[in-house]
């Protein structure tokens, strides 16, 4: 807290906030003993640092704020995390059409304030608080997820109890649960889990009935946490009001289901889609999370760059063919397909999709849904679309032999095709089409680029350099071609041109108030194998996908892994991340 001598006696004067004799002695003795007068305010003049932070407020103008006894929304509270405002004494209590109010302890300290701004993409309105202020609201975050359900248990657990057999089993009838479904601590349990899992930008919420109790988990970053764990008996009341949301069956506890809900927080639209499956101890559900206007992507944001990013562009200029994204559940494909899709968004062009489900709502796009339970399935929806005039078709994933052979007629007779499909390469898109029934000839004739993907976890700001020793870029060569992604490395520029892989940086994560993993955010690790005259010769003559992967890597492609590596020497990732992933 800086308050120029000056200004600080002037203040002090004009208050006549001590006899101008004490101020000066503190002055003298300031000065003989190398001091300063706010050090000497503080030990000899009875003021506290709380006492100074309200003039430094009135001097410079700056509002001061008393939290005591104040009780703060938590939708505003952690839009700064705990550990972020324990560490640096800054308080979220307000928000107006200016910006979001915070409480500080030193309105200088910028790069807090910076950091803030950032992290919520708001402006940021400072205000002086005292100590105690900041310790009173500090206490209410432990009135944070278990402690919000907590109150809403204890205050009216009998609402929630349910008859528990001799074996552990909840046995409840249909009528108990569509009362559970309705009943108001059921109801806050779940609007406050879902709320928490907005806040903490989660993508999954995993309920699982255990024998003893319910556990619930966010993923976060693509890495599920324990978020806190429930009483056993809250468990049924808690899947009851799930499915009344997802519209599903009540009194089907033996099959799985599949539905779901959407909400509006007034800042944002989330979707929900639910899957229940019954477990030994009472059904597990879990929830995914989709943010309605988050497909507003750029490929180079993405993760793409270099050759791999021109033979994306190159592939969206055809007007036929099959562009085809690849990997596992949470690998990010259909978040690629739209990003494509928004490029080729034009009014020149009609384009239409089939989904399960309509994860992002495009303009100008004819989505459609599928809905199995009546028969609409991705074959017949496909068949239909075909029907509609498209020329461009996207469909969200080629998963039996009816939809593939479809989607290959297809891009054969004028229509560009874009969907997804679950291969651990891209090369292993070839053998599964051929599984699936699709004869190599007209597959040769079709693909245009197959992109392979997964994503890391993006590291923060702060992170500790290293270099790699001998040894361990003996270990990645082993799967990587390390003189490639080094080549790669200088053609774009991101390292010099007489570096070497002992001389090259690279990052580990830093554990801070402001990034309490050293991670935050993901990004997309690929490969991106383009359809040469070579390769299709190699496709009609049923090569294994280790030739394909072999000959496409000849022809500049880069792998997950080894670009995973060039991600991690631009200091975006971690070596161990990508390892993580490209492992799993």
């Given at each position: 807290?800086?308050?120029?001598?000056?200004?600080?006696?002037?203040?002090?004067?004009?208050?006549?906030?001590?006899?101008?004799?004490?101020?000066?002695?503190?002055?003298?003795?300031?000065?003989d003993e190398q001091t300063t007068l706010t050090f000497e305010l503080l030990k000899?003049?009875?003021?506290?640092?709380?006492?100074?932070?309200?003039?430094?407020?009135?001097?410079?103008?700056?509002?001061?704020?008393?939290?005591?006894?104040?009780?703060?929304?938590?939708e505003i509270l952690s839009l700064i995390p705990e550990p972020v405002a324990r560490?640096?004494?800054?308080?979220?209590?307000?928000?107006?059409?200016?910006?979001?109010?915070?409480?500080?302890?030193?309105?200088?300290?910028?790069?807090?304030?910076?950091?803030?701004?950032?992290?919520?993409?708001?402006?940021?309105?400072?205000?002086?608080?005292?100590?105690?202020?900041?310790?009173?609201?500090?206490?209410?975050?432990?009135?944070?997820?278990?402690?919000?359900?907590?109150?809403?248990?204890?205050?009216?657990?009998?609402?929630?109890?349910?008859?528990?057999?001799?074996?552990?089993?909840?046995?409840?009838?249909?009528?108990?649960?569509?009362?559970?479904?309705?009943?108001?601590?059921?109801?806050?349990?779940?609007?406050?889990?879902?709320?928490?899992?907005?806040?903490?930008?989660?993508?999954?919420?995993?309920?699982?009935?255990?024998?003893?109790?319910?556990?619930?988990?966010?993923?976060?970053?693509?890495?599920?946490?324990?978020?806190?764990?429930?009483?056993?008996?809250?468990?049924?009341?808690?899947?009851?009001?799930?499915?009344?949301?997802?519209?599903?069956?009540?009194?089907?506890?033996?099959?799985?289901?599949?539905?779901?809900?959407?909400?509006?927080?007034?800042?944002?639209?989330?979707?929900?889609?639910?899957?229940?499956?019954?477990?030994?101890y009472g059904e597990k559900t879990v929830m995914r999370l989709l943010r309605e206007?988050?497909?507003?992507?750029?490929?180079?944001?993405?993760?793409?760059?270099?050759?791999?990013?021109?033979?994306?562009?190159?592939?969206?200029?055809?007007?036929?063919?099959?562009?085809?994204?690849?990997?596992?559940?949470?690998?990010?494909?259909?978040?690629?397909?739209?990003?494509?899709?928004?490029?080729?968004?034009?009014?020149?062009?009609?384009?239409?999709?089939?989904?399960?489900?309509?994860?992002?709502?495009?303009?100008?796009?004819?989505?459609?849904?599928?809905?199995?339970?009546?028969?609409?399935?991705?074959?017949?929806?496909?068949?239909?679309?075909?029907?509609?005039?498209?020329?461009?078709?996207?469909?969200?994933?080629?998963?039996?032999?009816?939809?593939?052979?479809?989607?290959?007629?297809?891009?054969?007779?004028?229509?560009?095709?874009?969907?997804?499909?679950?291969?651990?390469?891209?090369?292993?898109?070839?053998?599964?089409?051929?599984?699936?029934?699709?004869?190599?000839?007209?597959?040769?004739?079709?693909?245009?680029?197959?992109?392979?993907?997964?994503?890391?976890?993006?590291?923060?700001?702060?992170?500790?350099?290293?270099?790699?020793?001998?040894?361990?870029?003996?270990?990645?060569?082993?799967?990587?071609?390390?003189?490639?992604?080094?080549?790669?490395?200088?053609?774009?520029?991101?390292?010099?041109?007489?570096?070497?892989?002992?001389?090259?940086?690279?990052?580990?994560?830093?554990?801070?108030?402001?990034?309490?993993?050293?991670?935050?955010?993901?990004?997309?690790?690929?490969?991106?194998?383009?359809?040469?005259?070579?390769?299709?010769?190699?496709?009609?003559?049923?090569?294994?996908?280790?030739?394909?992967?072999?000959?496409?890597?000849?022809?500049?492609?880069?792998?997950?892994?080894?670009?995973?590596?060039?991600?991690?020497?631009?200091?975006?990732?971690?070596?161990?991340?990508?390892?993580?992933?490209?492992?799993?």
């Open positions: 807290m800086h308050i120029p001598e000056d200004k600080l006696r002037d203040y002090i004067i004009t208050a006549k906030l001590m006899p101008l004799e004490q101020l000066d002695e503190l002055s003298k003795k300031a000065a000899n003049g009875g003021m506290t640092e709380d006492d100074l932070r309200r003039i430094q407020g009135k001097i410079y103008g700056v509002p001061f704020v008393d939290l005591k006894g104040e009780k703060i929304d938590f560490n640096n004494n800054i308080i979220a209590y307000n928000t107006t059409d200016k910006g979001v109010e915070v409480a500080m302890l030193d309105v200088d300290d910028l790069k807090a304030i910076d950091f803030i701004k950032k992290k919520i993409g708001q402006r940021i309105l400072p205000r002086l608080t005292d100590t105690e202020s900041i310790k009173e609201v500090l206490l209410q975050y432990q009135k944070s997820l278990e402690a919000e359900f907590g109150d809403i248990i204890k205050t009216e657990a009998s609402s929630i109890q349910t008859t528990i057999a001799e074996d552990g089993s909840a046995e409840v009838s249909e009528e108990d649960l569509k009362e559970l479904a309705e009943d108001l601590p059921v109801v806050r349990i779940v609007d406050t889990l879902i709320k928490h899992a907005i806040l903490q930008k989660a993508s999954d919420i995993h309920i699982e009935a255990l024998e003893k109790q319910v556990l619930v988990r966010y993923r976060i970053d693509g890495i599920l946490h324990d978020a806190m764990t429930l009483p056993r008996e809250a468990g049924p009341g808690i899947t009851a009001r799930i499915k009344v949301l997802a519209k599903l069956k009540l009194d089907e506890k033996r099959l799985p289901q599949d539905g779901r809900f959407k909400i509006d927080t007034g800042r944002e639209k989330v979707s929900f889609r639910v899957s229940t499956l019954p477990t030994s206007g988050g497909g507003h992507f750029t490929l180079e944001n993405m993760g793409f760059h270099g050759i791999g990013l021109e033979r994306v562009h190159a592939a969206t200029k055809h007007t036929t063919g099959m562009i085809l994204t690849t990997g596992p559940t949470g690998s990010g494909k259909t978040t690629t397909l739209y990003t494509i899709v928004d490029l080729l968004n034009t009014p020149e062009v009609n384009i239409s999709t089939i989904e399960d489900p309509v994860e992002y709502q495009v303009a100008r796009i004819n989505q459609t849904q599928v809905k199995s339970e009546i028969g609409f399935t991705f074959s017949s929806g496909l068949r239909t679309l075909l029907r509609q005039d498209p020329d461009i078709v996207m469909v969200g994933e080629i998963r039996d032999q009816e939809t593939a052979t479809l989607a290959v007629n297809a891009a054969l007779t004028g229509h560009l095709v874009l969907s997804t499909l679950h291969t651990n390469s891209a090369a292993g898109t070839i053998p599964r089409f051929i599984d699936m029934g699709v004869e190599p000839f007209l597959l040769a004739s079709t693909l245009e680029v197959i992109i392979g993907q997964r994503l890391v976890r993006r590291l923060c700001d702060e992170k500790e350099q290293y270099t790699l020793k001998e040894e361990q870029v003996e270990q990645l060569a082993k799967n990587a071609n390390m003189d490639f992604v080094l080549e790669r490395l200088k053609e774009e520029e991101v390292v010099d041109k007489k570096a070497t892989w002992t001389t090259v940086p690279f990052y580990k994560p830093v554990e801070t108030s402001q990034c309490e993993t050293g991670y935050s955010g993901r990004i997309g690790i690929h490969e991106v194998l383009e359809m040469s005259n070579a390769l299709r010769d190699m496709v009609t003559g049923n090569a294994t996908s280790e030739d394909i992967t072999e000959q496409a890597r000849t022809e500049g492609m880069m792998t997950m892994l080894e670009d995973g590596i060039f991600k991690a020497a631009e200091g975006i990732t971690t070596i161990e991340e990508v390892l993580r992933v490209v492992s799993e």
